[in-house]
């Protein structure tokens, strides 16, 4: 029983640590003391609009997780983390920060989701541009990160064209790319995120090799010829039935022998584990119509359905996981 109340408790309390370091992020005061020496807390108030009551309690929180260091009345970046917070990396991480206290807002209202079976919305005043820049930049530094296990996991090895679907800033689509020389990339996405993938294209040494296709995934033909292809965190998006769709039209890009690449977290037949997944299965269900975390043999049965063979489950990391087949 106390076992039970200790997990219930540790479970039910991370809010508050989210909740004080992404507002830090959010509201720019990690960028500001980065910048600074030593700051005392009315001046750091008066920069960011902050009542001294709150900014005193905010600064001593920070300091007590670590992230500052207090000096006197004055505080500043903690020594040990500065060099995070002045590497070249940090402003994308940022971006996947800012992404996740847009979540944690969102995830906020599950109960009413719950209730009324709708995602839940920005308000009518939310700038899209920026909110869809920010969530393009979070896929970024996701793939970033994820991009080492991908090359290791899968060759593209004679293959000439791969379609990156859906693949918005194409850091997947660069760095096949960049592997093989030989390889030209072509990455399909909504129309709005061609100049973010661009910016990324023309810091790559396989930029003359890199295309941006846009279209509509649920309605446009991504277009021909393709020896592979990327399907990586687009499935859980959609329905089964519109999934079912979308690699058909997959099917039809491809050559005969193409290489597919399914990336995507993958439940157990039950739904159940891992755990990464099954959380990222109620995310959809915050933020989409009619997403959902699926199992590997869901999207086994759909690549079957589709015409696909082959098929082969390679393990990753988080609960993610890659379905390869060929046409």
């Not at 009324?116 to 869809?132: H, S």
């Not at 990336?263 to 959809?284: E, G, H, I, Q, S």
């Not at 043999?297 to 082969?312: C, H, S």
Request: aromatic share 10%; proline share 4%.
């Amino acid at each position: 029983m106390t076992n039970l109340k200790n997990k219930i408790i540790k479970e039910t309390s991370g809010y508050r640590q989210s909740s004080v370091i992404l507002t830090a992020v959010s509201t720019g005061l990690f960028d500001f003391l980065i910048d600074v020496d030593c700051v005392r807390a009315d001046w750091i108030g008066e920069k960011l609009g902050w009542t001294n009551r709150g900014t005193e309690i905010m600064l001593n929180a920070l300091t007590s997780l670590g992230y500052l260091e207090k000096q006197g009345d004055e505080y500043r970046i903690a020594e040990k983390h500065r060099e995070f917070f002045l590497n070249p990396d940090y402003p994308l991480f940022k971006q996947r920060l800012l992404h996740q206290w847009r979540l944690m807002q969102r995830w906020a209202q599950l109960d009413r989701v719950l209730k009324t079976g709708k995602p839940v919305t920005e308000p009518g005043e939310i700038d899209w541009q920026a909110n869809l820049r920010n969530y393009i930049l979070a896929m970024a530094q996701g793939e970033k990160l994820s991009l080492p296990g991908l090359l290791a996991a899968v060759s593209l090895e004679g293959c000439r064209h791969l379609l990156d679907l859906g693949g918005g800033p194409g850091l997947f689509a660069i760095g096949f790319a960049e592997k093989y020389p030989g390889l030209y990339a072509t990455v399909f996405d909504r129309p709005e995120v061609e100049p973010i993938a661009r910016e990324f294209f023309d810091r790559s040494s396989a930029k003359a090799r890199l295309h941006f296709r846009a279209g509509d995934l649920l309605v446009d033909q991504p277009g021909s010829d393709y020896d592979a292809v990327l399907i990586s965190s687009i499935l859980h998006i959609f329905s089964p039935r519109e999934n079912i769709d979308l690699l058909k039209r997959v099917f039809r890009a491809a050559l005969p022998g193409a290489t597919i690449i399914v990336r995507d977290f993958m439940l157990n037949r039950a739904k159940t584990a891992p755990l990464d997944a099954a959380l990222f299965a109620v995310n959809m269900l915050v933020n989409t119509e009619k997403g959902n975390a699926y199992s590997a043999v869901e999207i086994r049965d759909w690549l079957k359905t589709a015409g696909f063979k082959n098929i082969r489950r390679i393990s990753l990391n988080r609960g993610a996981g890659l379905l390869v087949s060929e046409k």
